[in-house]
Protein backbone atom coordinates (compact mmCIF):
# COMPACT_ATOMS: atom_id res chain seq x y z
CA UNK A 1 0.00 0.00 0.00
CA UNK A 2 1.11 3.29 -0.86
CA UNK A 3 0.89 6.60 2.05
CA UNK A 4 1.08 10.07 1.17
CA UNK A 5 1.93 12.46 4.15
CA UNK A 6 -0.69 15.65 4.74
CA UNK A 7 1.19 19.39 4.88
CA UNK A 8 0.00 21.58 7.47
CA UNK A 9 -2.04 23.11 5.09
CA UNK A 10 -3.80 19.86 3.97
CA UNK A 11 -5.59 19.51 7.29
CA UNK A 12 -8.60 21.00 9.19
CA UNK A 13 -9.88 21.47 11.71
CA UNK A 14 -12.30 18.47 12.63
CA UNK A 15 -10.82 16.17 10.10
CA UNK A 16 -10.32 12.90 11.45
CA UNK A 17 -8.57 9.62 10.57
CA UNK A 18 -9.46 6.38 11.78
CA UNK A 19 -7.97 2.64 11.89
CA UNK A 20 -8.26 -0.85 13.77
CA UNK A 21 -5.70 -3.10 15.08
CA UNK A 22 -5.85 -6.37 15.92
CA UNK A 23 -4.09 -7.07 19.01
CA UNK A 24 -1.45 -9.99 18.18
CA UNK A 25 0.27 -12.54 20.75
CA UNK A 26 3.57 -10.94 19.67
CA UNK A 27 2.27 -7.39 20.66
CA UNK A 28 1.29 -8.64 23.68
CA UNK A 29 4.86 -9.62 24.62
CA UNK A 30 6.34 -6.37 23.08
CA UNK A 31 3.76 -4.05 25.33
CA UNK A 32 4.87 -6.41 28.25
CA UNK A 33 8.05 -6.00 28.23
CA UNK A 34 7.55 -2.07 28.34
CA UNK A 35 4.32 -1.61 30.04
CA UNK A 36 4.32 -4.82 32.16
CA UNK A 37 1.21 -7.23 32.29
CA UNK A 38 -1.03 -9.66 34.42
CA UNK A 39 -2.62 -12.32 33.97
CA UNK A 40 -6.08 -13.54 35.15
CA UNK A 41 -7.46 -16.62 34.60
CA UNK A 42 -5.12 -17.67 32.03
CA UNK A 43 -5.67 -14.62 30.01
CA UNK A 44 -2.77 -12.18 29.25
CA UNK A 45 -3.32 -8.29 29.84
CA UNK A 46 -1.18 -5.62 29.37
CA UNK A 47 -2.20 -1.79 30.34
CA UNK A 48 -3.83 0.44 27.81
CA UNK A 49 -0.60 3.05 28.20
CA UNK A 50 0.71 0.46 25.78
CA UNK A 51 -1.82 2.01 22.94
CA UNK A 52 0.50 5.05 23.24
CA UNK A 53 2.61 3.33 20.91
CA UNK A 54 0.05 2.36 18.53
CA UNK A 55 -1.21 5.96 18.81
CA UNK A 56 1.70 8.30 18.30
CA UNK A 57 3.07 5.47 15.41
CA UNK A 58 -0.48 6.19 13.72
CA UNK A 59 0.28 9.90 13.63
CA UNK A 60 3.33 9.23 12.32
CA UNK A 61 3.26 6.86 9.87
CA UNK A 62 -0.25 8.17 8.62
CA UNK A 63 -1.88 11.02 10.13
CA UNK A 64 -0.63 13.75 8.95
CA UNK A 65 1.96 11.00 8.01
CA UNK A 66 5.95 10.55 6.54
CA UNK A 67 7.58 13.49 7.65
CA UNK A 68 6.17 14.32 11.09
CA UNK A 69 7.18 14.85 14.37
CA UNK A 70 5.50 14.41 17.69
CA UNK A 71 6.16 17.33 19.79
CA UNK A 72 4.43 15.84 23.16
CA UNK A 73 1.29 14.58 24.00
CA UNK A 74 -1.15 13.98 27.29
CA UNK A 75 -2.73 10.36 26.49
CA UNK A 76 -3.98 8.33 29.07
CA UNK A 77 -4.58 5.37 29.77
CA UNK A 78 -8.16 3.92 31.21
CA UNK A 79 -8.15 0.20 30.86
CA UNK A 80 -6.46 -2.91 29.58
CA UNK A 81 -6.01 -5.06 26.12
CA UNK A 82 -5.37 -8.58 25.45
CA UNK A 83 -4.84 -10.87 22.83
CA UNK A 84 -7.12 -10.53 19.53
CA UNK A 85 -8.50 -7.46 21.27
CA UNK A 86 -9.74 -5.16 17.90
CA UNK A 87 -8.43 -1.48 18.58
CA UNK A 88 -10.51 1.31 16.88
CA UNK A 89 -7.89 4.29 16.45
CA UNK A 90 -9.05 7.61 15.90
CA UNK A 91 -6.93 10.66 15.35
CA UNK A 92 -8.62 14.07 15.29
CA UNK A 93 -7.44 17.18 14.25
CA UNK A 94 -8.60 19.85 17.27
CA UNK A 95 -6.48 23.35 16.86
CA UNK A 96 -3.53 24.28 14.65
CA UNK A 97 -0.52 26.66 15.12
CA UNK A 98 0.86 28.39 12.18
CA UNK A 99 3.82 29.74 13.82
CA UNK A 100 5.24 26.69 14.94
CA UNK A 101 3.91 24.43 12.13
CA UNK A 102 1.87 22.60 15.02
CA UNK A 103 -1.35 20.79 14.82
CA UNK A 104 -2.93 19.23 18.18
CA UNK A 105 -4.71 15.89 17.86
CA UNK A 106 -7.22 14.20 20.02
CA UNK A 107 -6.74 11.16 20.01
CA UNK A 108 -8.98 7.63 21.20
CA UNK A 109 -9.19 4.33 20.75
CA UNK A 110 -11.81 2.02 21.83
CA UNK A 111 -11.69 -1.92 21.57
CA UNK A 112 -14.50 -4.62 20.23
CA UNK A 113 -16.98 -3.76 23.17
CA UNK A 114 -17.14 0.17 22.93
CA UNK A 115 -15.17 0.39 25.69
CA UNK A 116 -12.77 3.66 25.97
CA UNK A 117 -8.96 2.85 26.57
CA UNK A 118 -7.06 5.55 25.76
CA UNK A 119 -7.94 9.56 24.79
CA UNK A 120 -5.85 12.77 25.11
CA UNK A 121 -4.20 15.04 23.32
CA UNK A 122 -0.71 14.52 21.16
CA UNK A 123 1.10 17.83 19.29
CA UNK A 124 2.45 17.08 16.06
CA UNK A 125 4.78 19.18 13.98
CA UNK A 126 2.98 18.78 10.64
CA UNK A 127 5.52 17.61 7.69
CA UNK A 128 6.81 20.56 5.54
CA UNK A 129 7.27 18.71 2.21
CA UNK A 130 5.49 16.21 0.28
CA UNK A 131 6.52 12.00 0.85
CA UNK A 132 5.06 9.11 0.30
CA UNK A 133 6.00 5.86 1.69
CA UNK A 134 5.32 2.19 0.74
CA UNK A 135 4.25 -0.84 2.87
CA UNK A 136 3.26 -3.77 1.65
CA UNK A 137 0.66 -4.01 4.76
CA UNK A 138 -0.66 -1.47 6.92
CA UNK A 139 2.31 -0.85 9.29
CA UNK A 140 2.06 -2.84 12.39
CA UNK A 141 4.30 -3.22 15.48
CA UNK A 142 5.50 -6.89 16.15
CA UNK A 143 8.01 -8.66 17.76
CA UNK A 144 8.69 -12.29 16.83
CA UNK A 145 9.40 -14.61 19.69
CA UNK A 146 12.45 -17.35 19.52
CA UNK A 147 10.73 -20.47 18.62
CA UNK A 148 13.07 -22.63 16.58
CA UNK A 149 14.50 -24.50 19.97
CA UNK A 150 10.79 -24.61 21.17
CA UNK A 151 10.28 -26.31 18.41
CA UNK A 152 12.43 -29.06 18.53
CA UNK A 153 12.06 -29.58 22.25
CA UNK A 154 8.68 -30.92 21.19
CA UNK A 155 10.26 -33.70 19.21
CA UNK A 156 12.94 -34.30 21.43
CA UNK A 157 10.81 -34.88 24.15
CA UNK A 158 9.35 -37.96 22.10
CA UNK A 159 12.80 -39.71 22.68
CA UNK A 160 14.72 -41.17 25.26
CA UNK A 161 18.00 -39.62 26.58
CA UNK A 162 21.22 -39.82 24.87
CA UNK A 163 24.42 -41.42 27.25
CA UNK A 164 26.55 -38.27 26.96
CA UNK A 165 30.43 -38.41 27.47
CA UNK A 166 31.21 -34.65 29.34
CA UNK A 167 34.64 -34.02 28.55
CA UNK A 168 36.17 -32.35 31.69
CA UNK A 169 33.29 -30.37 33.36
CA UNK A 170 35.10 -28.12 35.48
CA UNK A 171 33.73 -25.19 35.74
CA UNK A 172 29.95 -23.35 36.87
CA UNK A 173 28.55 -23.49 33.43
CA UNK A 174 29.47 -26.37 31.95
CA UNK A 175 28.54 -29.00 34.76
CA UNK A 176 25.67 -27.01 35.24
CA UNK A 177 24.65 -27.32 31.39
CA UNK A 178 25.13 -30.83 31.81
CA UNK A 179 23.13 -31.62 34.62
CA UNK A 180 20.45 -29.57 33.64
CA UNK A 181 20.40 -31.25 30.19
CA UNK A 182 19.84 -34.57 32.24
CA UNK A 183 16.60 -32.59 33.95
CA UNK A 184 15.37 -31.99 30.83
CA UNK A 185 15.76 -35.53 30.19
CA UNK A 186 18.03 -34.81 26.81
CA UNK A 187 21.05 -36.78 27.93
CA UNK A 188 22.27 -39.14 30.49
CA UNK A 189 25.82 -37.47 31.61
CA UNK A 190 29.13 -39.47 32.29
CA UNK A 191 31.24 -37.07 34.09
CA UNK A 192 35.00 -37.45 32.31
CA UNK A 193 37.21 -35.48 34.31
CA UNK A 194 39.30 -35.10 37.99
CA UNK A 195 36.70 -36.62 40.07
CA UNK A 196 37.74 -34.88 43.34
CA UNK A 197 37.62 -31.20 41.12
CA UNK A 198 34.37 -32.19 39.72
CA UNK A 199 32.63 -33.14 43.05
CA UNK A 200 34.18 -29.98 45.16
CA UNK A 201 32.65 -27.87 42.51
CA UNK A 202 29.28 -29.77 42.77
CA UNK A 203 29.16 -28.89 46.10
CA UNK A 204 30.26 -25.36 45.68
CA UNK A 205 27.64 -24.37 43.11
CA UNK A 206 24.76 -26.60 44.97
CA UNK A 207 24.79 -28.84 41.74
CA UNK A 208 23.61 -31.90 42.35
CA UNK A 209 25.18 -34.83 40.72
CA UNK A 210 23.67 -37.62 42.95
CA UNK A 211 24.04 -41.49 40.97
CA UNK A 212 25.83 -39.30 38.14
CA UNK A 213 28.68 -41.84 36.75
CA UNK A 214 31.97 -40.45 36.77
CA UNK A 215 35.01 -41.61 35.43
CA UNK A 216 38.42 -40.29 36.55
CA UNK A 217 41.09 -38.39 34.47
CA UNK A 218 44.14 -36.74 35.44
CA UNK A 219 43.65 -33.61 33.24
CA UNK A 220 41.87 -32.15 30.47
CA UNK A 221 43.72 -33.80 27.81
CA UNK A 222 43.57 -37.14 29.73
CA UNK A 223 39.50 -36.50 30.16
CA UNK A 224 39.45 -35.66 26.15
CA UNK A 225 41.40 -39.35 25.42
CA UNK A 226 38.88 -41.11 28.02
CA UNK A 227 35.78 -39.39 26.45
CA UNK A 228 36.15 -40.33 23.10
CA UNK A 229 37.14 -44.05 24.45
CA UNK A 230 33.83 -44.41 25.38
CA UNK A 231 32.30 -43.09 22.63
CA UNK A 232 34.48 -45.95 20.63
CA UNK A 233 33.48 -48.80 22.36
CA UNK A 234 29.66 -47.70 22.40
CA UNK A 235 29.32 -46.51 26.21
CA UNK A 236 28.55 -43.27 25.18
CA UNK A 237 26.43 -41.85 21.70
CA UNK A 238 27.17 -38.25 22.13
CA UNK A 239 30.23 -35.89 23.32
CA UNK A 240 29.72 -32.39 25.03
CA UNK A 241 32.75 -30.36 25.81
CA UNK A 242 33.21 -28.78 28.79
CA UNK A 243 36.00 -26.46 30.27
CA UNK A 244 38.64 -27.27 27.85
CA UNK A 245 40.12 -25.83 24.53
CA UNK A 246 38.54 -26.74 21.60
CA UNK A 247 41.59 -28.05 19.91
CA UNK A 248 42.57 -30.17 22.70
CA UNK A 249 39.06 -32.10 22.43
CA UNK A 250 38.86 -32.08 19.09
CA UNK A 251 42.81 -33.87 18.65
CA UNK A 252 41.43 -36.34 19.97
CA UNK A 253 38.51 -36.61 17.96
CA UNK A 254 40.58 -36.54 14.63
CA UNK A 255 43.20 -39.19 15.63
CA UNK A 256 42.73 -41.50 12.67
CA UNK A 257 43.71 -44.45 15.42
CA UNK A 258 42.10 -44.23 18.53
CA UNK A 259 39.44 -41.37 17.19
CA UNK A 260 35.80 -40.87 16.22
CA UNK A 261 36.20 -39.68 11.94
CA UNK A 262 34.63 -41.15 9.70
CA UNK A 263 35.25 -40.86 5.55
CA UNK A 264 33.26 -37.40 5.85
CA UNK A 265 35.19 -34.21 7.09
CA UNK A 266 34.35 -33.24 10.29
CA UNK A 267 32.59 -30.06 10.44
CA UNK A 268 31.00 -27.52 12.78
CA UNK A 269 27.33 -26.05 12.46
CA UNK A 270 25.73 -23.53 14.12
CA UNK A 271 22.06 -23.27 14.98
CA UNK A 272 20.42 -20.20 14.90
CA UNK A 273 17.45 -18.47 15.59
CA UNK A 274 17.20 -14.86 14.73
CA UNK A 275 14.14 -12.92 15.54
CA UNK A 276 14.46 -10.96 12.70
CA UNK A 277 14.55 -13.70 10.65
CA UNK A 278 11.57 -16.21 9.76
CA UNK A 279 12.96 -19.84 9.72
CA UNK A 280 16.07 -21.37 11.12
CA UNK A 281 19.16 -20.39 9.92
CA UNK A 282 22.53 -22.83 9.48
CA UNK A 283 25.78 -21.28 9.34
CA UNK A 284 28.77 -23.29 8.68
CA UNK A 285 31.87 -23.77 8.86
CA UNK A 286 32.54 -21.51 11.92
CA UNK A 287 34.31 -23.50 14.37
CA UNK A 288 36.40 -26.31 13.09
CA UNK A 289 37.75 -25.83 9.12
CA UNK A 290 39.90 -22.69 8.93
CA UNK A 291 40.43 -22.05 5.19
CA UNK A 292 38.43 -25.55 3.46
CA UNK A 293 39.32 -26.25 -0.28
CA UNK A 294 36.51 -27.62 -2.36
CA UNK A 295 36.75 -31.06 -1.12
CA UNK A 296 36.29 -29.83 2.18
CA UNK A 297 32.91 -27.77 1.36
CA UNK A 298 31.70 -30.26 -0.32
CA UNK A 299 31.63 -32.31 3.60
CA UNK A 300 31.03 -29.11 5.17
CA UNK A 301 27.87 -28.36 2.77
CA UNK A 302 26.45 -32.00 2.71
CA UNK A 303 26.72 -32.34 6.64
CA UNK A 304 24.69 -29.02 7.07
CA UNK A 305 21.93 -30.50 4.59
CA UNK A 306 21.67 -33.86 6.76
CA UNK A 307 21.48 -31.55 9.27
CA UNK A 308 18.56 -29.58 8.06
CA UNK A 309 16.78 -32.62 7.39
CA UNK A 310 17.52 -33.88 10.97
CA UNK A 311 15.71 -30.74 12.00
CA UNK A 312 12.42 -30.95 9.81
CA UNK A 313 13.23 -29.23 6.78
CA UNK A 314 13.08 -31.42 4.15
CA UNK A 315 15.06 -29.62 0.85
CA UNK A 316 16.78 -26.80 2.55
CA UNK A 317 17.98 -23.83 0.43
CA UNK A 318 21.93 -23.18 0.75
CA UNK A 319 23.36 -19.95 0.02
CA UNK A 320 27.38 -20.34 -0.62
CA UNK A 321 28.17 -16.97 0.42
CA UNK A 322 30.83 -14.88 -0.87
CA UNK A 323 31.50 -10.78 -0.85
CA UNK A 324 29.33 -10.41 -4.40
CA UNK A 325 27.10 -12.83 -6.68
CA UNK A 326 29.40 -12.71 -9.59
CA UNK A 327 32.12 -15.79 -10.66
CA UNK A 328 35.64 -14.18 -10.66
CA UNK A 329 39.00 -15.73 -10.59
CA UNK A 330 40.14 -13.01 -8.24
CA UNK A 331 37.93 -14.11 -5.34
CA UNK A 332 38.49 -18.24 -5.36
CA UNK A 333 35.27 -18.07 -2.36
CA UNK A 334 33.20 -17.39 -5.66
CA UNK A 335 34.75 -20.14 -7.73
CA UNK A 336 34.32 -22.49 -5.03
CA UNK A 337 30.61 -21.68 -4.96
CA UNK A 338 30.06 -22.31 -8.44
CA UNK A 339 31.57 -25.49 -8.53
CA UNK A 340 29.78 -26.69 -5.83
CA UNK A 341 26.52 -25.61 -7.50
CA UNK A 342 27.65 -27.99 -10.19
CA UNK A 343 28.51 -30.44 -8.01
CA UNK A 344 25.15 -30.56 -6.92
CA UNK A 345 23.69 -30.77 -10.25
CA UNK A 346 26.25 -33.79 -10.90
CA UNK A 347 24.73 -35.60 -7.60
CA UNK A 348 27.95 -34.70 -5.09
CA UNK A 349 25.83 -32.95 -3.18
CA UNK A 350 22.29 -33.79 -2.29
CA UNK A 351 19.14 -33.10 -0.68
CA UNK A 352 18.78 -29.43 -0.75
CA UNK A 353 18.71 -26.89 -3.65
CA UNK A 354 22.54 -24.88 -3.70
CA UNK A 355 22.94 -21.36 -5.16
CA UNK A 356 25.88 -18.95 -5.41
CA UNK A 357 28.18 -16.93 -4.96
CA UNK A 358 25.58 -15.08 -3.15
CA UNK A 359 26.60 -12.42 -1.09
CA UNK A 360 25.04 -12.21 2.89
CA UNK A 361 22.35 -9.69 2.19
CA UNK A 362 21.54 -11.50 -1.07
CA UNK A 363 20.90 -14.83 1.14
CA UNK A 364 19.27 -13.35 3.38
CA UNK A 365 16.78 -10.55 2.02
CA UNK A 366 14.03 -10.63 -0.83
CA UNK A 367 14.51 -6.85 -1.26
CA UNK A 368 18.01 -6.98 -1.60
CA UNK A 369 17.97 -10.06 -4.38
CA UNK A 370 15.46 -8.19 -5.99
CA UNK A 371 17.14 -4.48 -6.04
CA UNK A 372 20.31 -6.55 -7.64
CA UNK A 373 18.11 -8.20 -9.92
CA UNK A 374 19.10 -11.71 -8.71
CA UNK A 375 16.83 -14.20 -9.74
CA UNK A 376 17.28 -17.11 -7.69
CA UNK A 377 15.23 -19.92 -5.82
CA UNK A 378 17.69 -19.60 -2.69
CA UNK A 379 17.54 -15.76 -2.68
CA UNK A 380 15.69 -14.25 -0.18
CA UNK A 381 15.14 -17.33 1.65
CA UNK A 382 17.97 -19.36 3.05
CA UNK A 383 18.15 -22.11 5.03
CA UNK A 384 21.65 -22.58 5.05
CA UNK A 385 24.62 -20.30 5.07
CA UNK A 386 27.65 -22.26 3.62
CA UNK A 387 30.76 -19.47 4.48
CA UNK A 388 34.09 -19.57 2.59
CA UNK A 389 36.27 -19.71 5.55
CA UNK A 390 35.99 -20.15 9.33
CA UNK A 391 36.72 -16.11 9.91
CA UNK A 392 33.99 -14.94 8.07
CA UNK A 393 32.03 -17.94 9.71
CA UNK A 394 32.99 -17.03 13.34
CA UNK A 395 32.35 -13.51 12.98
CA UNK A 396 28.71 -13.85 11.32
CA UNK A 397 27.29 -15.95 14.03
CA UNK A 398 28.53 -13.91 16.92
CA UNK A 399 27.25 -10.66 15.42
CA UNK A 400 23.75 -12.79 15.33
CA UNK A 401 24.23 -13.36 18.90
CA UNK A 402 25.23 -10.46 20.09
CA UNK A 403 23.89 -7.80 17.73
CA UNK A 404 20.59 -9.33 16.48
CA UNK A 405 19.40 -11.13 19.97
CA UNK A 406 20.07 -14.72 18.16
CA UNK A 407 19.86 -17.90 19.96
CA UNK A 408 22.21 -20.45 18.93
CA UNK A 409 23.63 -23.93 19.05
CA UNK A 410 26.55 -25.45 18.38
CA UNK A 411 27.03 -29.02 16.76
CA UNK A 412 29.88 -31.07 15.28
CA UNK A 413 29.02 -33.44 12.55
CA UNK A 414 31.07 -35.85 10.13
CA UNK A 415 32.14 -38.08 13.65
CA UNK A 416 30.63 -41.40 14.79
CA UNK A 417 29.06 -39.35 17.28
CA UNK A 418 27.64 -35.62 17.39
CA UNK A 419 29.53 -33.14 18.92
CA UNK A 420 28.26 -30.53 21.58
CA UNK A 421 31.11 -27.84 20.86
CA UNK A 422 29.77 -24.55 22.86
CA UNK A 423 32.22 -21.86 23.54
CA UNK A 424 33.70 -21.29 27.10
CA UNK A 425 31.78 -18.29 27.20
CA UNK A 426 28.39 -19.61 26.38
CA UNK A 427 25.96 -20.31 28.98
CA UNK A 428 23.55 -22.50 30.38
CA UNK A 429 20.49 -22.16 27.73
CA UNK A 430 23.05 -22.21 24.51
CA UNK A 431 24.73 -25.56 25.99
CA UNK A 432 20.69 -26.97 26.24
CA UNK A 433 20.07 -25.51 22.96
CA UNK A 434 22.98 -27.52 21.71
CA UNK A 435 21.88 -30.59 23.64
CA UNK A 436 18.65 -30.65 21.72
CA UNK A 437 20.03 -30.69 18.73
CA UNK A 438 22.28 -33.16 19.39
CA UNK A 439 19.78 -35.66 20.54
CA UNK A 440 18.39 -35.40 17.13
CA UNK A 441 21.30 -36.16 15.59
CA UNK A 442 22.05 -39.00 17.61
CA UNK A 443 19.17 -40.92 17.23
CA UNK A 444 19.26 -40.22 13.62
CA UNK A 445 22.67 -41.96 13.16
CA UNK A 446 21.20 -44.75 15.64
Not at 36 to 53: M, R, S
Not at 62 to 79: D, K, M, V, W
Not at 194 to 209: D, M, N, V, W, Y
Request: with cysteine; glycine share 6%; hydrophobic share 45%.
Amino acid sequence: MSVENLLFADLSIGQQYHRQHLVRRSDIDMLGMMAGKKEIEGVIKVPATGIFLFLTATAINSFPGPGSLIREHGLQAHGWIEQDDILSLTLTVSSKHEESNIVILDATCENQHGEQLCSGPIHVIAPSCSQRSEYAEAPQFTLRAHHVFANLRAKTDLLPPVPTAVVHPCDRDSLLGAMQAAQENLIIPILVGPEAKIRALAQTEGISITGVRIVGAEHSHNSAQKAVELCRNGEAQALMKGSLHTDEMMSEVMCSATGLRTARRISHVFVMDVPAYERALLVTDAAINIAPGLAAKADITQNAIDLAHILGIPCPKVALLSAVETVTDKMPSTMDAALLCKMADRGQIHGAILDGPLAFDNAISMAAAKTKKINSPVAGQADILVVPDIEAGNMLAKQMSYFAAADSAGIVLGARVPIVLTSRADDVKTRLASAAVMVLVAHAIK
